[in-house]
């Protein structure tokens, strides 16, 4: 059964197995007989426009050109616009102005991805300065462009690339000028794009990039990396690729090299992510070896996840592989020792990889460096992608201030939206934040918070909030995020409470404070965290709960201020989670799932009672009629259950998947994801999953709990966890079943005396060969 479980397991993370990322051989096409090059669905308007316009190749045409059914304008009056000079290019020399809502409808006739671009640029002769108008542009629950203004942009044109999966047979394109004003569009393109896998990407954050077709992304840089032209230049299927000459950081020093196109060795087969011919012919190396890497750096959103391609040909090689190198992102090696010639079996044969990387950073920097372990010390690249994943919703930036543009019943596709909580190795962040987690409290309007507020929530004064916190002492927080801090504070009557403070900065989460408040406070269980009121005076978003010494349970795992749990208090503490669960999910009419199971949100009392806490996106589950209820995915990344980050449908089992990553810190004292790890443990459940395969599972055993560990009582939590965190939800057990392990896991841990064995070897003997069972009936 465990090699079964196992397997699974192995399955289940096989795709982002950095290990065993396969390496993609690709081949390229005759270019000019590239099937892929003559896409589908193909629109390019030249919006209010008369002519037909070429550009960079390609022509554009008057929206009218196209027939009626297969494009449709809706709008309630727009005007076209054109100037025949002081335009960047003739692709922006004609416009259409809208007053009102207007959308361009497509009609797709093949799904699946699409380029849609977009192209706008003042121009000069209009009535009112275009400069001021302010672009949002919406497509199918997406968030193209968010109040944009040419004011304070510094371009004087604005080119955009995204890449989408369109499932539905239209695809409608949504421009939406700020009350009183006006927006303008001066082209639109919506094309057929191979569908692109991305499968075999590396990522370096999270595990949940596994559907990675659905993701909707941003072009953000595209490089034909080493040609000494200035000029950028398009290929057939309209990318555009630029010079990399001014990302390179001062400190490289590098080579342009340039072979002639004949010489790279293609095959027949076309490959979707493939970049021209003519990428691979150029190409970056070391000029010299004093120069230790080549880097470029680029300037990027912080806080989001990036998609990142490389493009790689051997061209300085020639009878022997001369380069063999490390590929770097953000200082972290992200592809090691890369020798093409042993992947590709011939020199100048183009390939790529794929990477995914969160940044918290500006910048994003990739490099390359030689191997210091060979003698052969070059390092070549010859074109870099990077893209930004938009499908995600996110707090305090542009792209969320237009969610309320979005229609509620977007019934159509992609329409991922990720909460990024704490994210990645913030375990130091996690120890700060012991306390309940706020989700930020927006610009509200008062008059809602007003009407929205319950009235079985006791309010407080802002005077007594004052009061309890020394006028907000910064002495006293206990912990802080970017939607404000949480401190402790102290009632008139001496009873200690915990404070969560909105930071009045941030835009969003009005609604996750009032899920809070209604959700908790018809709640009462002795293992969820109880509400004691709140204060909505001044513009202020204040809850109070009670006051909870230990902090969480994520501190007493991996932070450094406590001492380490005993396997007996860590079962205690799961057994009192897992009836707050159980409770959420059973004990009120209608199911609640909570969403953010995390070992931040497992709060610890002076005698280390263990509630839940954080409900800001917990959610109502489905009436008794219906298996799930379907939203915006939600939680935080390295806890979320897979099928619902999929098909985002919700179910209490996705609660189930989040704890068996509780269950699995707890067993190893280590964060769920951490980024200081080397890239294949950054993942707990990957490094976890490959010890069980390589039957070297006491790796990951927490080290405080080695020879103190009663090991049948551990092994069932160990397997309990691999329970809760298989793939499809149909095969996890509900939360009593869970309870009833870890009762039982707690009756062998107690009615035994420690097995003083090392753990090392007696793990990996009971896995290979199933001696678990009969230990556990000599124990019975
Ligand atoms: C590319 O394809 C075209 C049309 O199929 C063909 O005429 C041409 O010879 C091919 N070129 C190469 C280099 O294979
Ligand atoms: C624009 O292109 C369309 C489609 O190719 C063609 O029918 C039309 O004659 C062209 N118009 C002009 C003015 O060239
Ligand atoms: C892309 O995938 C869709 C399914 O999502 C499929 O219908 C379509 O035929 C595919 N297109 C290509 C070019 O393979
Ligand atoms: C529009 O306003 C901006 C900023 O005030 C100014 O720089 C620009 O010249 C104006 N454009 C026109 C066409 O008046
Ligand atoms: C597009 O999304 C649909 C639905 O999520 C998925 O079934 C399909 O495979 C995706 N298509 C591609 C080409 O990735
Ligand atoms: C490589 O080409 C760029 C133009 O893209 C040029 O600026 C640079 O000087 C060239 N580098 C070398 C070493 O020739
Ligand atoms: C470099 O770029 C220029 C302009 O974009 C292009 O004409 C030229 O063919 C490219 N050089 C190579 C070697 O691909
Ligand atoms: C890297 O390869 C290029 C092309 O063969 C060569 O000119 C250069 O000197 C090599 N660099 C080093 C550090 O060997
Ligand atoms: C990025 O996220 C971190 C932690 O969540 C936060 O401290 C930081 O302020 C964020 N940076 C920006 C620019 O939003
Ligand atoms: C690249 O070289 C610079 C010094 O030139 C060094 O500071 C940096 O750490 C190196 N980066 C990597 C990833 O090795
Ligand atoms: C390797 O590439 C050369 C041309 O660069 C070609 O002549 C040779 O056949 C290729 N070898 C293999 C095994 O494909
Ligand atoms: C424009 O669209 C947005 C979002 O769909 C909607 O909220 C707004 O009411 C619409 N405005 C008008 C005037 O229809």
């Known amino acids: 059964m465990k090699q079964q479980i196992s397997m699974r397991m192995l399955e289940l993370f096989l795709w982002m197995q950095f290990a065993l990322a396969s390496l993609l051989v690709m081949a390229i096409g005759n270019e000019s007989s590239s099937s892929l090059s003559i896409p589908v669905d193909s629109f390019l308007l030249a919006c209010g426009s008369s002519v037909n316009i070429t550009f960079q190749g390609r022509t554009f045409f008057p929206e009218s050109v196209y027939e009626k059914h297969r494009l449709e304008l809706k709008t309630q009056k727009s005007i076209a616009v054109t100037s025949d000079s002081g335009v960047p290019a003739p692709i922006y020399q004609s416009a259409r102005v809208f007053w009102s809502n207007a959308s361009y409808i497509f009609r797709i006739a093949r799904p699946g991805h699409h380029w849609i671009r977009l192209y706008f640029s003042p121009l000069p002769n209009f009535h009112q300065n275009m400069s001021y108008a302010s672009i949002t542009v919406i497509t199918e629950g997406l968030v193209l462009l968010s109040d944009f203004t040419f004011i304070n942009y510094g371009g004087s044109y604005l080119f955009k690339e995204y890449a989408i999966n369109v499932t539905s047979p239209t695809l409608s394109l949504t421009f939406i000028p700020s009350r009183n004003s006006f927006i303008f569009v001066n082209a639109v393109e919506v094309v057929s794009k191979p569908n692109d896998t991305f499968t075999d990407a590396i990522s370096m954050t999270s595990v949940h990039m596994e559907h990675h077709s659905d993701l909707a992304l941003e072009t953000v840089y595209r490089l034909d990396v080493g040609n000494e032209s200035h000029t950028n230049r398009n290929d057939d299927l309209g990318r555009n690729w630029e010079g990399d000459e001014k990302y390179m950081a001062s400190n490289s020093r590098a080579l342009n090299i340039s072979v002639d196109t004949s010489s790279i060795n293609f095959a027949t087969q076309n490959e979707p992510g493939m970049a021209p011919i003519w990428v691979y012919a150029t190409a970056k190396a070391m000029a010299d070896e004093t120069r230790p890497n080549l880097t470029w750096v680029f300037s990027v959103n912080p806080n989001y996840t990036y998609f990142v391609r490389v493009h790689f040909c051997d061209t300085i090689s020639n009878s022997i592989s001369l380069a063999i190198f490390n590929l770097f992102i953000n200082d972290r090696v992200a592809y090691e020792r890369v020798d093409l010639y042993t992947i590709l079996h ?185 509400l004691i009121g709140c204060c909505d005076e001044n513009s202020q978003m204040i809850l109070v709960y009670e006051f909870l010494a230990n902090g969480s349970l994520s501190g007493h795992l991996y932070g450094t201020a406590f001492v380490p749990l005993s396997w007996k208090q860590r079962l205690l503490i799961c057994i009192g989670a897992a009836k707050g669960l159980h409770f959420l999910h059973t004990g009120a009419p209608q199911c609640i799932i909570h969403r953010d199971v995390k070992t931040a949100n497992i709060l610890l009392d002076k005698n280390l009672v263990p509630k839940v806490a954080d409900f800001g996106i917990s959610r109502k589950g489905p009436p008794l009629d219906k298996s799930h209820v379907t939203t915006l995915v939600k939680g935080s990344f390295g806890y979320l259950d897979p099928e619902y980050f999929r098909t985002k449908y919700l179910t209490a089992k996705s609660d189930v998947f989040s704890f068996g990553m509780v269950l699995m810190e707890v067993i190893s004292g280590k964060p769920a994801l951490d980024n200081t790890r080397p890239t294949e443990h950054i993942n707990l459940a990957t490094w976890a999953s490959s010890c069980q395969e390589k039957g070297t599972f006491h790796e990951i055993i927490d080290s405080n709990l080695i020879g103190k560990v009663n090991l049948d009582s551990l092994n069932k939590v160990r397997e309990l966890a691999w329970k809760c965190l298989e793939e499809h939800r149909k095969n996890r057990p509900p939360m009593v079943y869970v309870l009833c392990e870890l009762e039982d896991a707690l009756h062998l841990e107690l009615a035994s005396p420690i097995w003083q064995v090392s753990v090392d070897c007696a793990l990996d003997v009971v896995a290979e060969n199933g001696i678990e069972e009969e230990r556990e009936q000599d124990v019975a």
């Open 346 to 530: 011939n020199f100048s044969v183009p390939y790529y990889k794929d990477f995914i990387v969160y940044t918290r950073e500006h910048d994003l920097m990739v490099t390359v460096a030689p191997d210091r372990t060979t003698n052969r010390r070059n390092a070549t690249i010859s074109g870099l992608e990077i893209m930004k994943i938009i499908n995600e919703v996110r707090i305090l930036d542009e792209v969320t201030s237009a969610d309320r543009n979005l229609p509620n019943s977007s019934s159509t596709i992609v329409k991922l939206a990720i909460i990024v909580g704490p994210i990645i190795g913030a375990a130091a962040f996690l120890v700060l934040t012991t306390i309940t987690f706020c989700y930020m409290i927006a610009h509200r309007s008062k008059a809602s918070s007003r009407s929205t507020t319950p009235t079985s929530c006791r309010l407080f004064t802002l005077q007594e909030i004052s009061e309890a916190t020394n006028n907000f002492d910064e002495c006293l927080v206990l912990g802080e995020g970017g939607f404000g801090k949480v401190y402790e504070g102290t009632m008139d009557n001496g009873i200690k409470v915990a404070i969560k403070v909105a930071n009045p900065k941030s835009r969003q989460g009005l609604g996750e404070f009032q899920n809070e408040i209604q959700l908790l406070s018809k709640l009462s269980h002795k293992n969820l965290i109880s």
